[in-house]
T-cell receptor, first 112, second 110 residues
């Protein structure tokens, strides 16, 4: 069965510091991978998605970036965090069909 | 741009009540509508609907899609305190991206 991991679970970082969040999926090959941000426990905002190694699509221009160095690894990064980057970051995966997305446990980021 | 609107935004009921959550959408090249339940962590998948009029059911939860009127409902019968959560609706158009609504916060009081 497939499993998705995210770490760290919680993170407190000062403004201007770098960020690296990691997501890995087990039990599947060539998954579609997604990064979402959720503010105030409500709707999910899609940040990036990837349909293959090195293929990244950005949905929202901002100071975040994503990379997919391996088939089942997805990394969310920032060079300098802003206060507005605080939120709950979720990684998800899907297969090409039927496209149901399954979410990792999330990282709660607080920028101080 | 794809759009999903959920209502109500929040709902408080007593155990044993039946609730109906609404999701309306605008999407180019509709492919599917999905429901998720989110407690204080990651959303968990409930249903995926692709065809109008066919009810999906899992225990006390059921959902149906109306592609003509562009909406879906999620019903929960005989609610329990464990049903308290945010319920998220999402739609998929072309490709693999999902567009999510803001969610309905359901609180079930004993």
């Amino acid at each position: 069965s497939q499993t998705i991991h995210q770490w760290p679970a919680t993170l407190v970082q000062p403004v201007g510091s770098p960020l690296s969040l990691e997501c890995t999926v087990e039990g599947t090959s060539n998954p579609n991978l997604y990064w979402y941000r959720q503010a105030a426990g409500r709707g999910l905002q899609l940040l990036f998605y990837s349909v293959g190694i090195g293929q990244i699509s950005s949905e929202v221009p901002q100071n975040l970036s994503a990379s997919r160095p391996q088939d089942r690894q997805f990394i969310l990064s920032s060079k300098k965090l802003l206060l507005s980057d605080s939120g709950f970051y979720l990684c998800a995966w899907s297969e090409d069909r039927p496209y149901e997305q399954y979410f990792g446990p999330g990282t709660r980021l607080t920028v101080t | 741009e794809d759009k999903v609107v959920q209502s109500p935004l929040s709902l408080v009921v007593h155990e044993g009540d039946t609730v109906t959550l609404n999701c309306s959408y605008e999407v180019t090249n509709f492919r599917s509508l999905l429901w998720y339940k989110q407690e204080k962590k990651a959303p968990t998948f409930l249903f995926m609907l692709t065809s109008s009029g066919i009810e999906k059911k899992s225990g006390r939860l059921s959902s149906i899609l109306d592609k003509k009127e562009l909406f879906s409902i999620l019903n929960i019968t005989a609610t329990q305190t464990g049903d308290s959560a945010v319920y998220l609706c999402a739609v998929r158009g072309s490709g693999s991206r999902l567009t999510f609504g803001e969610g309905t916060q359901l609180t079930v009081n004993p």
